[in-house]
Structure formats: C-alpha cells, structure tokens
C-alpha cells in the first residue's frame, strides 16, 4: 500500500470535525505575541469543497489576504484608535466631539460586536437604531432625537477608525463601513430629529438696521466683526487688541491697518480652552478698511473708559471683547446668546450667530467680489467649499436673475395667428394621410379638435395649435374615418392581392 503524502510545512490541512460533522479547512498562519501558532478556519459540508477552499486560502495568506483572528470588539477598538489619534492630531474640540460620538451612539449600538465580525448591515441597522427617541444625555427629561446631521458625524468617525485603526493596523483586510448607506429622514431641519433650523442669513441692508440698532451696545464690536468682517465666534473670543493694527504708525497711506486671527477661544465639557485657530488657512491676516479702523478705534477708547471707571487694568494683551465691569472676556457662548436675545427684542427675523458669517460671504459674492479671495478671508479650504457651504442666493439676486431673460419675450397679450394663403384656401392643402393623424395625434387629441370646432371655434385656428391641416381638423370635427378616404380601386387591389395569397397557400 503506497505510504499516504503528508502536505509541507505551513501549507494548511482538510479534516473532518466529528463534533460539527463538517470538514475544515486550516492554514497556519504564523506565531502571536505569546507565541503560540495562529490558525485560520473555514468550514464546509463535503472534503472536495473543503480542498478547493484551502487552495484559496493559501494563495490568499501569500498576498496578504488573511488576518490573524482576534476577539477585539469595537468599543477596544474605538478607545484604542481615539488615545492614538488625539496625540497625533486631534484638537481638544474635535476629541471631545469624538469622544461624546463614542460614548453616546457607536458603544451603545456597537460596543460589543467583534471588529472582525462586523458587516455592512450591522452599521446601517444601528444608525437606523440610533433615530429613535432617546432620553437627553444632560439629564433634563426631555426627549432627544439625533438629527442626520449627528448621523452622519457618527458615520464618519466609525469609518474613519476602522480605515486607520482596523485596516491599518491589520485586524481586518475591508472595512465594512465603506459601503454604508445613511438613511434618509423624513424630519425637516427645524423639526424634531431635523436638525438646526437653516435661516436666511440678513441681506445687506438687514445687517446694516442690525448693527445700527445696536451700536450703542457693548457687544456692538463682536456683531460687527462677524458680519462685516466674517470672523467665527471663537476667533472674536479670543481676539487680542495686540493682534489689531489701528495705531497712527501701524497704517499706510490710505489709513488702511491689518487684523491677525492667531488665537480662538471655544468652550469644551463646560471649560473654555485657549488654541490654535479652527484649520491653518485660519490663522490669517486680515485687511482694515479707514472705516473699519475708525470703528474699532472708537471701541478700544470706550473700554479704556470703563477700565477707568470700574478699576481694572487695562493693557495692549486684553481681550477685544471683555466685560465693562472687570475686563475679563467673555465665553464664546455668551456672544451668541446675547445675539440671539437682541434680535428677538429689535423685532428682527431670527438668524443664529453663525450666520452672520454666512451673511459675509453671500454679501461680498452679491458685490462681486472674487470667491477666491473671499475664500482667503474667512479661513476656507477651498473657494469651492465656500461656495457650496456658505454662499447663498438672496431673494433680490434670484429676482434680478429671473428678469435676465425679460429682453426675448414677448408682450403679454392675446395670440392671435396669422394665416397664409395657402391656409385661408382650403382647396390648395395637400389631403392628409390616415398615417399622418395617427402619428401626430393621440384620440383624447382628436375628441379636444372636436369639441372646439364644436363649440364654435375656426377650423384653421384649431389645426394651427395642434400642426395640423385645416381640412383635417374640420374632418375630424364631422367624425369621419380616414380609412374611407382611399379609393375603390385600392381596395380591390388589397382583396384581389388577399386572395391570391390563400389560393396560393391551398
């Protein structure tokens, strides 16, 4: 009996499992940290299915295709990924919103789930899960729906973590968020699980009765660095009078001074956090127009004045935007809810904060001025995002663009059709076709033709509206078939020609 061929080293192996009465399929695939040998394992109903497996599976192990198993679950996975990206390259804002992300939605829905066995259809049934209604995680009894918006934050997180912490790191070869398609939501922005409500931002002469308005208020300079100058509500927390060139020896010619947005302040799990601003692009100088620096001269006088009345030491390193009454700053959050109070008590259309910078960018695009170089000043990427984002189109620019067309319409009055001989004489018009009518015409068509001649209108004006003849309008009104129209002799010819056919098929 020829002596049974044994397989080499670390080529795999078929057998039969009698407990699971299934054959498998396993390679080797190496050592693990506590050196024992790692297997991979596939399991099948017969040995031949069993076998063209492991011929896979081998070819597969040599070009990388096969990971080592591991039981590490999502919630390891996430944790693990967050420590490492927030040393690399995370700003304490993001991590924060990553880490509020994590905890509220992924490790509730995904926690438990093993990196290696989780699918597609795992991630869009827990997103699905995620849209019902929740206790809010502040603990103020009130029900809380995540809108898309937050969805879609979750998306990007998870996705981002298995690419680079998942697949970068070997634990899985594809990673199945890739695919994931976020459900639609019927709420609208406004509405519950909508999202924030989107406001028009003011027009230009909206922004002007605004900051007229509160000119006299003490937050008037924040108002007006955001809407005219489309600085963000951390960047005008954290602005310092040392970055704001307004001093006779700091202008040129024309009275003109400079601006820096070096610094921005924001508000983190209840701390207010000092850094860097939002992107690099942010940290960017900004021109001061004579006006501007006038404007910013008269606010820096009136805060020396209440440094000398409430006692406070004013110097060239305070805050922009500070309280009257102790010169300290204020938090990022206080400007837009002052904002918000003052729009409500001017009688104003209600806007968020934010939008004031939106209001700068769509007013500066309504001026023409290059989205390039509004791009360069409000801190963007690409002048293609500040288009897509933060443009918008005003009710005036849409009506200006609607008469654009004016010129090549006609008057508005009655139609009346003027007829050509040919069509004035009934008798010159060629005789319609049956194949005519009915490429031309459907038979709710026709019953419409009828019913107007009916009723009294011309023949000739009715034909005209449909492209038809006349004579056939006016045959079609008496109800005759076009199928009449041909002669005597034609039909004959077609029944002579009908049974010759059957005479020479018996």
Known sequence: MPKKLKRANRTGSVYFDKSKKRWIAQITLGFNQEGKQDFFKRSYKTKTEADNALARLRTQHEIGEVVPPSN?????????????????????TTKASYSSVIRLYLVPALGSKRVQAL?????????????????????????????????????????????????GRGIIKKNPADKVKIPKYKAKRGEVGGGRAKYEPYSESELRQFLEATFEHHLFIAFFLAGAMGLREAEIAGLRWKDVAIDAEQLNPEG???????????????????????????????????????TLRVHREQQQDWAREYGWPWSNDGFVIAKPEEGTPLRPDSIWKRFRSLTNRLGLRPVAFHDLRHGFVSIMAAKRVPLEVISKLVGHHSATFTAEAYRHIFAAEGLTAAKAMDSVSPDVGIRTLTLNSASENTKDEPEPTPGLMRR??????????????????????????????????????NGERYGRLE????????????????SRAN
Do not use: C, F
């Open 487 to 502: 002669s005597d002799a034609s039909v004959s010819n077609k029944k002579l020609a009908i049974r010759n056919k059957v």
């Open 256 to 294: 003109e001074g400079q601006l820096w947005v070096r610094v921005q302040r924001t508000r983190v799990g209840g701390k207010i956090i000092e850094g860097s601003p939002k992107s690099e692009r942010s940290n960017r100088p900004l021109p001061l127009s004579a006006k501007a620096v006038a």
């Open 119 to 167: 699918t597609t259809s795992d991630i869009e049934r827990a997103y699905e899960t995620m849209r019902e209604p929740r206790a809010d995680h502040r603990g103020n009894g009130k029900t809380y729906v995540p809108s898309r918006e937050q969805i879609v934050l979750v998306h990007r997180v998870l996705k981002q973590a298995l690419k680079e912490w998942g697949v």
């Open 72 to 92: 590490l679950t999502v919630r390891e996975l996430l944790e693990d990924w967050l420590t490492w990206k927030a040393m690399r390259d995370l700003r304490e």
């Open 440 to 477: 031309k015409l459907t038979t709710y068509q026709a019953q419409r033709i009828k019913t107007r001649i009916k009723a009294g209108e011309r023949p000739e004006d009715v034909a005209a509206d449909y492209g038809i003849s006349s004579r056939m309008a006016r045959y079609i009104a």
